[in-house]
């Protein structure tokens, strides 16, 4: 994870080229996913005291970028 921002923020997915993939609005901050990267859903109340949302980003809110075919 690279960069710092707030809940609602649009965000750009990086594939491990750093490419690219895909912008969403995240439904956590970059402090929230730092503290609750590889957690399991159930852990996430422990460690944030709530669980507003189950995923970081919703399909709903997600733009997957074309594919180049590089």
Do not use: C, W
């Not at 929230?32 to 399991?40: F, H, K, N, T, V």
């Not at 852990?43 to 809110?61: Q, S, T, W």
Request: charge should be negative.
């Amino acid at each position: 994870m690279k960069g710092t921002f707030g809940k609602g923020d649009v965000i750009t997915l990086l594939d491990m080229e750093e490419r690219a993939i895909a912008r969403g609005l995240t439904n956590y901050s970059s402090d929230e996913l730092q503290r609750i990267r590889g957690l399991a859903s159930v852990e996430i109340a422990e460690v944030l005291g709530h669980v507003p949302y189950e995923e970081v980003i919703h399909r709903d809110n997600l733009l997957v970028l074309e594919n180049t075919g590089d």
